[in-house]
């Protein structure tokens, strides 16, 4: 297995940790004074600062890094992507996962990474002209809906909600929730998820379908606040969908593929979570240090009280192998496709969020009552480390779906 970076990839994280360092983390202060906050989502705007750290990195050539996919010429354009492979991509979703402002200012936020890999994989060049190019050059945010509130949305064949085809028209019936990014101010269209035909077999039965937020019979019904938090100005939002009539052009190709792309879209988006979440973890891990370094009780340093230091090693080598599981599941993906990383991928997604949490926790802990407060983004990190533990599926999928390839792996057919 190789891990190593390109010299194509330790350049632009050079280049990239730099700017990070110069302009993203700077600008948190400014960004969270901006935004307007509360509950009343309307009045979510997006803070002046982002478009412009936005300029600046698309004129530093750090603009859309995550696309694998290089343009039909294969020579990079920083207008649709870079080209690089996962295993390059993780480490720069790593730097940027060290601040909540940077993947957006790169253009690789979630969920518009997710969706934008869609289209560019299977939109037909009039779903790519429409969506994918005004999201590619960042002026427009996307949403996606899957999640629905009156079933277990951890098993997706358990969705109600329906894509029927009419004639040369496509009705989507239902309700979604915990839609990323359906609050922001840009966000234009959702990727639709619902039945268009019960009756087929069950990973047949499903259409993902391009929903414009404007078109009648959508409204935004709630935005759900996460640990009290409404994640302004993207947010997560509860949605209904009611004979929303849309032309049968705007379903992704066609009735009976929305599983086939999900499978398609989870499994590079996953190593993104991740990759993101180790660099929170990294974060957290050093201001823990910076802490216990630079405060002192009963007459010493915090990081020579009781098992501090133990702790300091602990996350050290916890992050180390996560990263490094983290990398092998890229890689595997790269060299074998995502069907061959399917238990890699749902290791991480157990493992990375649980080393990221126990991180932010043990920074809290080490900030005392600071550490819970907005004077520092470790409460912000916990959150985000927990919400992963559920968000592109529990904990618990994950573990059974690598039980499952692993029993099929010791045992064979008998399984």
Known sequence: MEFAPSDRCRELAERLGRFMREEVLPAESAYAAELAGGEDWRRWRQPAVMEALKAKARDAGLWNLFLPEAPPSSTPDAAHGVGLSNVDYAPLAEIMGHSFLAPEVFNCNAPDTGNMEVLARYGTPEQQRQWLAPLLAGEIRSAFCMTEPQVASSDATNMQATAAVQGDEVVLNGRKWWSTGIGHPHCRFAIFMGLSDP?????????????????????????????????????????????????????????????????????????????????????????????????????????????????????????????????????TIDTQGPKAALSLVSQIKVVVPAVAQRAADAAMQMHGAAGLSNDFPLAALYAYARVLRLADGPDEVHRAVVAKLEIKRQLGAAA
């Open 199 to 331: 009756q087929a077999e069950t990973h047949r039965r499903h259409a993902m379908v391009i929903c414009p937020l404007d078109a009648p019979g959508v409204k935004i019904e709630r935005m759900l606040p996460v640990f009290n938090a409404f994640d302004e100005p993207f947010g997560h939002g509860e949605v209904s969908f009611a004979d929303v009539r849309l032309p049968a052009a705007n379903i992704l190709l066609g009735p009976g593929r929305g599983f086939e792309i999900a499978q398609g879209r989870l499994g590079p988006g996953r190593v993104h979570h991740c990759m993101r979440a180790l660099g929170a973890a990294e974060r957290a891990l050093a201001l823990l240090c910076a802490r216990a370094a630079s405060r002192q009780a009963f007459g010493q340093p915090l990081i020579r009280l009781g098992g501090n230091a133990d702790l300091v090693a602990d996350l050290r080598m916890a992050i180390e192998q996560a990263r490094l599981l983290t990398l092998k599941a890229a890689w």
